[in-house]
């Protein structure tokens, strides 16, 4: 399995990952497995979906350590463990029609949160991993970028269940994402981000 690793803070490493499908979704679960010896010294963004006017789906570590993701406007923030030096399986769900979304950390889930009812999030954007992209696919800020690695992203149009949730931490087969599937994504690097090969 390939993974990424962020040496350094910069304004122009990233990677560009290809879905499967357009992003127009009303629900949806993105998983992530992700290690970062960056502290609470600032907010790091972890995943972002970006069209030509507007942010449409950031996942974030808040500067106070909270998670929180943001659907084009005000975001939902989380408490959870904090994300470390140590890989921690990160999943975020949320479904338009309820409202419900929640943080799984390790397997482990948040409680629920109503945010953005009735939303839903427009096709036609870039995701970008590392970066934080305050126009479409530039204006970079290296105080947001993202230190450490990612890998292992994967986005599905639905709502995993907790159980199918815990099967991916533990790399049991489940259906693999059909909005990004880590396996066979099309990933494209820039700038110091280094393409590392895993047994896993």
Not at 20 to 34: G, I, N, P
Not at 124 to 131: D, R, S
Not at 176 to 188: F, K, M
């Amino acid at each position: 399995m390939t993974s990424l690793v962020f040496p350094t803070e910069t304004s122009s490493s990233y990677v560009e990952v290809t879905p499967l499908k357009s992003l127009e979704l009303s629900a949806f679960t993105l998983c992530m497995r992700v290690a970062t010896e960056l502290r609470g010294e600032r907010e790091v963004i972890l995943f972002a979906y970006r069209t030509q006017n507007y942010d449409e789906l950031n996942v974030w570590r808040e500067l106070n350590g909270r998670l929180s993701f943001y659907l084009a406007g005000e975001g939902v923030f989380f408490r959870t463990p904090e994300l470390g030096p140590m890989e921690t399986h990160l999943c975020v769900t949320w479904d338009s029609q309820s409202g419900a979304s929640a943080i799984f950390v390790d397997g482990r889930k948040s409680l629920t949160k109503i945010y953005k009812k009735n939303h839903r999030i427009r096709s036609g954007g870039k995701i970008i991993l590392g970066q934080d992209p305050d126009n479409f696919v530039r204006d970079f800020d290296q105080n947001q970028s993202f230190v450490g690695e990612i890998y292992d992203v994967n986005m599905w149009d639905s709502v995993l269940s907790q159980t199918e949730i815990q099967d991916l931490l533990s790399r049991k087969q489940v259906q693999p994402g059909n909005v990004i599937d880590w396996n066979s994504a099309n990933i494209r690097t820039h700038g110091q981000v280094q393409m590392v090969s895993l047994e896993v």
